[in-house]
């Protein structure tokens, strides 16, 4: 059974301040996706990870993965308010080749204060 | 490009009775996936709809049904309503073959008392 467990659960950062979620899952799972949520809002796709060794970078956020440690990471560098929200890791169960789920973390919710 | 739509934003029914949402895909994709997110938690995967029949499924009693039309809309109904359904229901559209990712809609507000 695929689990995915993100941590911390709840951050709270200063402006300007560099950080790190993390996200471990416990099965092989070969592609892993970090998601923006808003309260009250929808889930904003932040990055697809497809492959070991993969990173991502958009603004001040970077992602990447390692399939041999089953990790990901979220970096987040010199943090502003606009980036308060909960962001989600989920990694994708694999269903004989084609679309398979997403099996998500609990969510960190990140606060950022001046 | 329309993304995913879904209706209506906010339903509030009683215990006991029956409620059907509804999704209508990104144009373009097939597939069409539904989620449960509970508040304060990530979202939980219910059932996945593929050329009209359900494909994968969740672990989510039979109270929780689904369709899928011909033109990739999906319905998702669950019967006898208890005040733990109360969630956001999130639908998510993409290709079943891969490689190009999910797109979620901005969800049903689902509030049972």
């Known amino acids: 059974e695929l689990k995915v467990e993100q941590n911390p659960l709840f951050l709270s950062m200063q402006e300007g301040k560099n950080y790190t979620i993390y996200c471990n899952y416990s099965?092989?799972?070969?592609?892993l996706y970090w998601y923006r949520q808003d309260p009250g809002k929808s889930l904003e796709s932040l990055f697809v990870l497809l492959s070991n060794g993969a990173v991502k970078q958009e603004g001040r956020l970077m992602a990447s993965l390692d399939t041999k440690a089953r990790l990901s990471t979220l970096h987040i560098t010199a943090a502003v308010h606009d980036l308060s929200a909960t962001y989600f890791c989920a990694a994708e169960l694999n269903y004989g080749g084609s679309q398979g789920n997403l099996i998500f973390g609990k969510g960190t919710k990140l606060s950022v204060k001046p | 490009d329309a993304g995913v739509t879904q209706s209506p934003t906010h339903l509030i029914k009683t215990r006991g009775q029956q409620v059907t949402l509804r999704c209508s895909p990104k144009s373009g994709h097939d597939t069409v996936s539904w989620y449960q997110q509970a508040l304060g938690q990530g979202p939980q995967f219910i059932f996945q709809?593929?050329?009209?029949?359900?494909?994968q499924r969740g672990n989510f009693p039979d109270r929780f049904s689904g369709h899928q039309f011909p033109n990739y809309s999906s319905e998702l109904n669950v019967n006898a309503l208890l005040l733990g359904d109360s969630a956001l229901y999130l639908c998510a559209s993409s290709l079943v073959f891969r490689g190009r990712g999910y797109t979620f809609g901005s969800g049903t507000r689902l509030t049972v008392v």
């Open positions: 709809y593929y050329e009209e029949e359900e494909r």
């Open positions: 099965t092989t799972s070969d592609r």
